[in-house]
């Protein structure tokens, strides 16, 4: 009896600290996503963002720096989170071998993002990304400010902008916090 009661109970408790921002495979679409090209600059970069055969989100396309472009990017508003009880942004992804960055914003108005870069390796992985290691900043330069305190959190993007002309792929599977 005592078991059953332990079994009941441990199944009331959540198993890990897990919260989802997107699952591709449970939204199976990226309707909510938009695109952001340095076109706003007068640059002629392109990037879109699809669903790809495999149910994943596909960000992909070309960056140049003609007309004082270089970058593109992605990105997904939802409703203002609270992230206190969360130390870390979790990402799934399969990239080309090229650094991109992932952004956060605390609100969609906020002008300045919280950024931190990763490298990707050709191949499925999961890249877990401390909230402490986001720095702000804006049009390219880092701010004085502290970095991202991980209080809220109501926009996230990926943007490629490496400071050369090359064609990107990177697919997306989800985004969770933990």
Not at 148 to 173: D, P, R
Request: net charge neutral; with cysteine; hydrophobic share 35%.
């Amino acid at each position: 009896m005592q078991l059953i009661i332990f079994l009941i109970l441990a199944c009331m408790i959540p198993q890990d600290n897990i919260s989802v921002i997107y699952d591709c495979e449970a939204e199976k679409n990226v309707k909510d996503w938009y695109i952001v090209n340095d076109g706003v600059m007068g640059g002629l970069s392109k990037g879109q963002i699809s669903l790809n055969k495999h149910s994943h989100a596909l960000f992909e396309g070309f960056v140049t720096t003609e007309n004082n472009g270089g970058f593109t990017s992605v990105r997904y508003p939802f409703k203002r989170k609270d992230v206190s009880e969360f130390e870390s942004v979790k990402i799934r992804v399969k990239g080309d071998g090229k650094r991109y960055q992932f952004r956060i914003k605390e609100s969609e108005e906020q002008r300045y993002s919280y950024i931190k870069e990763f490298e990707t390796s050709g191949e499925w992985e999961t890249i877990s990304i401390p909230f402490n290691s986001f720095y702000p900043s804006f049009r390219g330069r880092k701010l004085d400010r502290p970095n991202y305190n991980g209080q809220q959190m109501e926009e996230v993007t990926f943007l490629i902008g490496n400071k050369k002309k090359e064609s990107f792929s990177l697919e997306i599977e989800s985004i969770r916090l933990e």
